[in-house]
């Protein structure tokens, strides 16, 4: 029988811990780097400029209602989403074999892929999912969640702070065949680092030789390079490469839409006679999963999403947009390394935080001097030494670096 005594206290989500530690501190020229959303330069949230535009479109429209949304969802944005990750030109999008349900944010994209792939991925029930270390800490609990057990291949290297290329590869090749490989498209949370142009071909042939399945977490398309292309071109490769695979699409950071929940899950099949029938199979299988687990997705940030997506005008006022939110982080990776080897000297100790792209930072620095520097300093990052690019800002960076440079010392 039930009984509410048996239920354990959870233990406490690290970032809930670090947010509450930063609002209680009253010194004002406190610090937050935990935090995993765009701020502007005075550390303010930012609502896009187009998206504002959008809304107002939207509360225009005297069609507007409150209606549920289909079950795959508002089907405007879901062929957007798919044409902004694949690319309009994609053959898998061409050719039909793209299944594609709207879903909560990215969150919810993950967890459908790992719902879907725990029921039909024909494995062996202990073989483990893998993941890189580091990855998002979410990962864990919502493969787990699903039943799937995960391992780790080697990602960040704590010589280099970049990639541990040869780690990975022979990670990925001493792997059970067949294993379902987790990967970041761009902008690797929390590390920064992402592979290159040649080092994802070079993935792409082990996941090939092995007969893996790739799946790809994509949280930061346009806002890591600031083009939408760039961003994409892992996942596009592996498509024109004949993969089957799937993709979890936020739209939370690059629209700034964090609240509202918009995303998409892809699977995509390999070409072939029979892929139109294959995903018309799984897209079935998908609405059964989506109808049990929330009937049908969140109408708003789709609806902006969709407006935007599908207004070429817009969409250049987008790009423009994202080229903001990724410049700023640009430019105070350029400034925060500045500063550190202006105090430090020139060894190039400092290179990692400029090599690294996207939202996040892992400076290198150690759980004892992340402690000291929140105690001293007043600056909040996880305990990883993982810094949010974005918490920076003219005001706050070089005393950022001044305080990590007392602990280095
Ligand atoms: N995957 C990764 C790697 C992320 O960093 C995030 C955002 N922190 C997500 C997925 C999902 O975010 P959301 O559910 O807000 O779209």
Not at 253 to 261: A, D, S
Not at 325 to 343: N, V
Request: with cysteine; charged share 20%.
């Amino acid at each position: 029988v039930f009984t509410s005594d048996n239920v354990p206290q959870a233990p406490e989500d690290p970032m809930f811990g670090l947010m509450a530690a930063y609002r209680r501190d009253t010194v004002e020229k406190k610090v937050d780097l935990g935090i995993g959303a765009y701020r502007d330069d005075n550390a303010k949230p930012w609502v896009l400029p187009v998206v504002k535009q959008a809304d107002e479109i939207l509360r225009k429209d005297p069609n507007l209602n409150h209606e549920y949304l289909p079950i795959a969802g508002l089907a405007d944005f879901t062929s957007a989403a798919q044409k902004l990750i694949f690319g309009a030109d994609s053959p898998a999008v061409k050719e039909k074999r793209v299944a594609t349900y709207q879903t909560i944010s990215g969150t919810g994209a993950v967890h459908m892929g790992g719902l879907f792939l725990s029921k039909f991925y024909p494995r062996p029930s202990d073989q483990p999912i893998y993941f890189s270390s580091p990855t998002w800490v979410n990962h864990n609990q919502i493969f787990s969640n699903v039943g799937l057990s995960s391992k780790t291949y080697p990602y960040f290297s704590t010589k280099t702070k970049g990639l541990d290329f040869e780690g990975m590869q022979s990670a990925l090749e001493s792997a059970p065949e067949g294993s379902i490989i987790l990967l970041h498209a761009c902008a690797h949370n929390p590390t920064g680092v992402d592979p290159t142009r040649e080092q994802w071909k070079e993935i792409a042939k082990v996941i090939r030789a092995r007969k893996h399945f790739p799946f790809f977490d994509c949280a930061y398309q346009g806002f890591a390079s600031g083009n939408l292309e760039n961003d994409a071109w892992a996942v596009r490769y592996f498509v024109s490469e004949g993969f089957e695979l799937c993709v979890a699409q936020s739209f939370a950071k690059n629209f700034g839409l964090y609240g509202e929940r918009a995303g998409a899950f892809h699977f995509v099949t390999g070409p072939g006679p029979d892929a139109v029938n294959t995903i018309g199979r799984i897209f079935s299988q998908l609405a059964i999963l989506q109808r049990s687990e929330i009937s049908n997705p969140p109408a708003y940030g789709a609806r902006i999403a969709s407006i935007v997506l599908n207004d070429p005008a817009l969409f250049k006022e987008w790009e423009a947009n994202l080229r903001t939110m990724s410049g700023r982080i640009i430019d105070m990776r350029k400034k925060l390394r500045g500063k550190l080897e202006e105090l430090n000297g020139k060894d190039g100790s400092w290179r990692h935080i400029t090599d690294q792209i996207g939202m996040f930072s892992f400076t290198g620095l150690t759980e004892k001097q992340v402690l000291k520097i929140r105690g001293d300093a007043h600056v909040y990052m996880t305990k990883n030494g993982r810094i949010s690019m974005a918490g920076l800002n003219t005001g706050n960076v070089e005393y950022t670096a001044e305080a990590i440079d007392k602990v280095v010392r």
